[in-house]
């Protein structure tokens, strides 16, 4: 019976009272009349009778309403037991769609991991001649290649040199040069990441901790190069680019503490503290959300050595 259970209680209590009492007049009443035959003449018992039978009407209406209004309450609790099973129904329906959809946005990042590649040279002397060998290298390997011979170099080891005062702003102008000269081959896989966070947002209140499981999913595929280049392109003023809402990379990031794992101190050497005073600037611009339950740890990570 649910939340109605003391008032059904209360309602049969006084139905069984009103028909019983009814009942008891009812057979009170005639009672009166088979005596005042006896002392009086019928005409008289008659009248009397019919003075007592509207009693017994009355407590038989009011157990009556007291059973409609009964069914009444019944019939909307059944209404209501209904509309939240139908409710119950919808909200797994949509679960199974999501998780649908997640796991095939799942596959698309697997694949457009596998189609990043990098191509490395070597220089070989054979008798003579040098020569040049090329090796082809795909997915994460091809990050790891990308990340030492083109990313730190060309971005990373140059924020010690800023552009101006504003240590984002400088980092932004290194970023669009390495991406300028040709160097863009994440640019696919950033939207896939950013695209399936922004779907798990959006369905975030299908799930009492707001989506985390499956972003947590995602994240434990992430290597600590892919954290890296993540953490940086977040920040990045091509992560805004065409944004009108406030679902930006660097929000989801945020939210879904995307960056817990990030380990970024083992990729620069004890000697280059000013490279670390700059990167630890950059860590700023993130909450301390971003970083989950390591932010202190990231940070110390990269403490400078006296």
Same mark, same amino acid.
């Given at each position: ?113 596998d189609s990043i590649s990098y191509r490395s040279s070597i220089n070989k002397k054979s008798k003579d001649?040098?020569?040049?060998? !090329?090796?082809?290298? +795909?997915?994460?390997?091809?990050? =790891?290649? *990308? #990340?030492?011979? $083109?990313? %730190? ?40 990441? !950013?695209?399936?966070? +922004?779907?798990?947002?959006?369905? =975030?209140? *299908? #799930?009492?901790? $707001?989506? %985390? ?65 700059e990167v630890r600037k950059l860590l700023g611009y993130y909450d301390r959300n971003a970083y989950g ?14």
């Amino acid at each position: 019976m649910g939340k109605n259970k003391f008032l059904y209680n209360v309602l049969y209590s006084l139905i069984v009272f009103f028909i019983i009492v009814g009942i008891c007049s009812l057979f009170y009443g005639i009672l009166v009349y088979f005596c005042n035959t006896f002392a009086m003449n019928e005409l008289d018992a008659i009248g009397q009778l019919g003075s007592y039978s509207a009693l017994p009407l009355i407590f038989f209406t009011i157990a009556g309403t007291a059973v409609v209004f009964l069914a009444f309450l019944k019939q909307q609790e059944e209404i209501e037991n209904q509309s939240s099973e139908f409710k119950r129904l919808a909200k797994h329906q949509e679960i199974q769609d999501f998780e649908n959809n997640f796991y095939q946005l799942l596959n698309t990042y697997f694949h457009t991991l596998d189609s990043i590649s990098y191509r490395s040279s070597i220089n070989k002397k054979s008798k003579d001649k040098e020569e040049e060998y !090329f090796f082809e290298h +795909k997915s994460r390997e091809a990050l =790891r290649y *990308l #990340f030492e011979y $083109e990313f %730190k170099p060309k971005v990373i080891d140059k924020l010690i040199v800023p552009y101006c005062d504003n240590p984002r702003e400088s980092f932004n102008l290194y970023y669009e040069n390495f991406l300028v000269s040709g160097l863009d081959r994440l640019g696919h896989y950033f939207r896939v990441v !950013f695209h399936i966070l +922004k779907v798990i947002n959006q369905n =975030r209140l *299908l #799930f009492p901790d $707001e989506g %985390k499981f499956y972003s947590n999913i995602l994240r434990a595929q992430l290597s600590s190069h892919e954290i890296i280049f993540l953490f940086f392109n977040g920040i990045s003023e091509r992560a805004y680019f065409g944004k009108t809402d406030k679902i930006t990379f660097e929000f989801l990031i945020n939210k879904y503490a995307f960056l817990e794992h990030l380990s970024i101190s083992k990729y620069i050497s004890d000697d280059e503290n000013d490279t670390k005073c700059e990167v630890r600037k950059l860590l700023g611009y993130y909450d301390r959300n971003a970083y989950g339950d390591r932010a202190d740890e990231i940070l110390l990570d990269l403490s400078l050595n006296s």
